[in-house]
């Protein structure tokens, strides 16, 4: 058994011995005082009368006499004599409450010491497996319940007494409470805070500030209340007499230590229980939510082109982490993560301002610049493509020849995507791309769609400057015409596998001009699908687009044959031998 099992057990053990004393003190103040002591207690008959007729009883100094002739209050200076009166005829009882209510709180403290010391003893060895500890924490206040409705019938109390003891009772009860929660709150593992903060995407390390304060507090607290309990607990019965306006007795002081070692110990024992399992969790979730939420968030891919839409939760999780005021975040991971949100929901220009702060804070991280390159790609109020490859160049150059194939990924992803934004830089992309796809590094979904892209720039920069008023627009050598056709085909389907919920649109984007274009360049493949059919087919368009407005993309340079320079064939036969499919 573990040692917060021992120490509940503990706990039991001296509520079940509170309980006894309780029955114990039912039981002894309900019966009746001996003969002597009740004629010590009660007044005489005499006295008792004159009270009544408003002179002073027994106890009360005669007044001196008024003449020395008067024989009415003295006799030869001497009393007279009381002979005729009966004192202590009735003795008084101690209590207003009849004997049975002493024998039903015996009972009842009885069979609470027979449950907690069965709970405390272990008489149900296993228990806490089978669900117990619930049920256990339920009776808790139950007790506590049936103990302050027991405090209105204990004996020597008088008609509104109850009142601040009942109230005494309740604030025992929260100054256990106090203490429990104090002991039961959860410790960091200092092994795990090392480990978050060595992460370099942590967005939320594990705070300490708590632990700092309750290591601080618990040992002052906890001498306080054992210097309270040897040097001044003995006073304790005295202010609960006081308060109570209860005479000092064996009956009323057991009474007081009673409440005290009942009620105290009660909701030491709920809050202890409470906050070391179920606050436990509570507390963890707390700790972890931004964490686990800025997995979900640094997991969802930043791509120049994102192969899918984020799903409702990586949108939730973005949403959570954007919440938090940018003003907290420390450091670049905590920046950096709380951007990749912004992208996830499409605010880049936040995004952009913390990629930025984050790159001053850590300006070595390749895969942060990186990020802040991919976030002005897909900024649409930002066309600057030069900045964009200036940031991938800087990327690739703090990697050293090394390169890790995940950030070899994005580099060629993002350089082939924005090269095509750059006149002349088809070429580029095809032999970028062409090696990409031999290479061991994995391709990303939109790979041959780049490569497809630059085919439909180079098939344009054929195009003759006045164009015919219905396709064919251009007239390739058929040696030439059919093997790029067919390549471009291929990597248009494979586009559209590897990516069935964005692909199609990105196809229709470049391909016609009426499914939702903004930007004028997107129109990489528009003359090509309108000269094929097949092609059109592979995409989804019905309709024939028109061709694309000029200017149109200059020839090649000689990296990649020019069909419109180079014999017949020539194309053909480096396609066949260049590019992979």
């Known amino acids: 058994?573990?040692?917060?099992?021992?120490?509940?057990?503990?706990?039991?053990?001296?509520?079940?011995?509170?309980?006894?004393?309780?029955?114990?003190?039912?039981?002894?103040?309900?019966?009746?005082?001996?003969?002597?002591?009740?004629?010590?207690?009660?007044?005489?008959?005499?006295?008792?009368?004159?009270?009544?007729?408003?002179?002073?009883?027994?106890?009360?100094?005669?007044?001196?006499?008024?003449?020395?002739?008067?024989?009415?209050?003295?006799?030869?200076?001497?009393?007279?004599?009381?002979?005729?009166?009966?004192?202590?005829?009735?003795?008084?009882?101690?209590?207003?409450?009849?004997?049975?209510?002493?024998?039903?709180?015996?009972?009842?403290?009885?069979?609470?010491?027979?449950?907690?010391?069965?709970?405390?003893?272990?008489?149900?060895?296993?228990?806490?497996?089978?669900?117990?500890?619930?049920?256990?924490?339920?009776?808790?206040?139950?007790?506590?319940?049936?103990?302050?409705?027991?405090?209105?019938?204990?004996?020597?109390?008088?008609?509104?007494?109850?009142?601040?003891?009942?109230?005494?009772?309740?604030?025992?009860?929260?100054?256990?409470?106090?203490?429990?929660?104090?002991?039961?709150?959860?410790?960091?593992?200092?092994?795990?805070?090392?480990?978050?903060?060595?992460?370099?995407?942590?967005?939320?390390?594990?705070?300490?500030?708590?632990?700092?304060?309750?290591?601080?507090?618990?040992?002052?607290?906890?001498?306080?209340?054992?210097?309270?309990?040897?040097?001044?607990?003995?006073?304790?019965?005295?202010?609960?007499?006081?308060?109570?306006?209860?005479?000092?007795n064996s009956s009323s002081q057991l009474l007081g230590m009673a409440i005290l070692a009942y009620f105290t110990p009660l909701g030491f024992i709920l809050s202890y229980s409470l906050t070391s399992t179920v606050g436990a969790l509570a507390f963890k979730r707390a700790q972890e939510t931004l964490v686990l939420q800025s997995d979900i968030v640094r997991a969802f891919p930043n791509l120049p082109d994102l192969p899918n839409e984020p799903t409702d939760d990586e949108r939730a999780a973005a949403a959570t982490i954007a919440k938090v005021p940018y003003a907290s975040l420390r450091g670049a991971a905590e920046k950096a993560t709380w951007a990749r949100a912004q992208t996830i929901l499409k605010n880049y220009p936040d995004a952009l301002k913390a990629y930025q702060d984050a790159i001053v804070l850590d300006p070595r991280n390749a895969p942060l610049i990186l990020d802040y390159a991919t976030a002005i790609y897909n900024e649409p109020d930002i066309d600057d493509v030069d900045l964009v490859l200036q940031q991938v160049d800087r990327a690739r150059s703090l990697c050293g020849p090394n390169v890790p194939p995940a950030l070899q990924q994005r580099i060629n992803a993002l350089t082939a995507a924005a090269k095509l934004y750059k006149p002349g830089s088809y070429e580029d992309v095809i032999v970028l791309v062409n090696g990409w796809i031999s290479s061991a590094v994995p391709t990303t979904p939109f790979a041959r769609f780049y490569r497809a892209c630059a085919f439909g720039q180079l098939y344009e920069s054929n195009a003759p400057a006045a164009l015919p008023n219905a396709p064919p627009f251009v007239t390739l050598p058929p040696a030439d015409d059919a093997p790029l056709k067919a390549l471009v085909r291929n990597d248009v389907a494979l586009t559209l596998v590897a990516s069935p919920d964005a692909g199609p649109a990105n196809v229709k984007l470049v391909m016609d001009p009426g499914a939702g274009r903004t930007n004028a360049q997107d129109d990489d493949m528009q003359l090509l699908a309108a000269d094929d059919p097949q092609l059109r087919a592979i995409a989804g368009i019905a309709n024939v687009p028109p061709a694309p407005a000029p200017p149109h993309p200059p020839p090649p340079t000689g990296v990649v044959p020019d069909p419109a320079t180079a014999e017949a064939g020539t194309l053909g036969a480096w396609i066949a031998a260049n590019c992979p499919t």
């Open 1 to 248: 058994m573990g040692p917060r099992a021992s120490f509940l057990r503990t706990v039991l053990g001296a509520l079940a011995l509170a309980c006894c004393l309780q029955a114990a003190y039912a039981g002894a103040a309900t019966t009746p005082a001996p003969a002597s002591v009740a004629r010590e207690r009660a007044p005489s008959k005499a006295g008792s009368v004159a009270q009544a007729a408003g002179a002073p009883g027994p106890s009360a100094k005669p007044k001196a006499a008024t003449s020395p002739n008067s024989s009415s209050s003295t006799n030869g200076g001497q009393p007279k004599s009381t002979e005729g009166a009966t004192p202590n005829a009735t003795p008084a009882p101690t209590t207003p409450f009849p004997a049975w209510s002493g024998y039903v709180t015996t009972a009842v403290g009885a069979v609470l010491f027979a449950l907690l010391g069965a709970l405390a003893f272990g008489w149900r060895a296993g228990a806490a497996q089978r669900g117990a500890g619930p049920a256990l924490l339920a009776t808790i206040p139950l007790l506590a319940f049936l103990g302050l409705l027991a405090i209105p019938f204990a004996p020597n109390l008088g008609a509104g007494n109850w009142i601040p003891v009942e109230a005494l009772a309740v604030a025992l009860f929260v100054a256990g409470a106090f203490l429990g929660f104090l002991y039961g709150l959860p410790v960091i593992d200092p092994d795990a805070v090392k480990a978050a903060a060595a992460s370099a995407g942590t967005f939320l390390r594990p705070g300490t500030k708590l632990d700092a304060v309750i290591d601080s507090i618990m040992p002052v607290l906890t001498g306080g209340v054992l210097t309270y309990a040897i040097t001044q607990a003995a006073h304790f019965n005295t202010v609960f007499l006081r308060l109570a306006n209860l005479p000092s």
